[in-house]
């Protein structure tokens, strides 16, 4: 059974740091990209960061680039997002998802698409107000 499980959300102030945690079981992570989505409601959801199997390669949303930073060891669990400066309009759930591996070079719109991911975990809240 595949199962991802997010943890570290939580209510933080303006330009506060959180890490999420995603951890991963029931896949072999060799064969799996990661991506974090976040969506609030009401809205689509939408891919932010995405992580190849091999480690190596990452991939950021506009918006949080500079700010977040997705890792992980080759192939292993768990997957993280460390998440600095967060403002007001980072507040969301966060979601983990892993697609199958890509090969290299495609652009960052095509990875970050959720319609590339297969499985996904419930989501952690993220709120950020001062």
């Not at 060891?73 to 967060?86: E, G, S, W």
């Amino acid at each position: 059974q595949v199962q991802l499980v997010e943890s570290g959300g939580g209510q933080v102030q303006p330009r506060s740091s959180l890490r999420l945690s995603c951890e991963i079981s029931g896949l072999d992570l060799d064969d799996y990209d990661i991506g974090w989505f976040r969506q609030v409601p009401g809205k689509e959801r939408e891919g932010i960061a995405y992580i190849n199997e091999e480690g190596d390669t990452t991939k950021y949303e506009d918006s949080v680039k500079g700010r977040f930073t997705i890792s992980r060891d080759k192939a292993k669990t768990p997957v993280f997002l460390t998440m600095n400066n967060l403002k007001a309009e980072d507040t969301a759930t966060y979601y983990c998802a892993a697609a199958v591996a890509k090969a290299s070079g495609f652009s960052a719109a095509f990875l970050l698409n959720r319609a590339q991911y297969r499985y996904w975990g419930r989501g952690t809240q993220v709120t950020v107000s001062a």
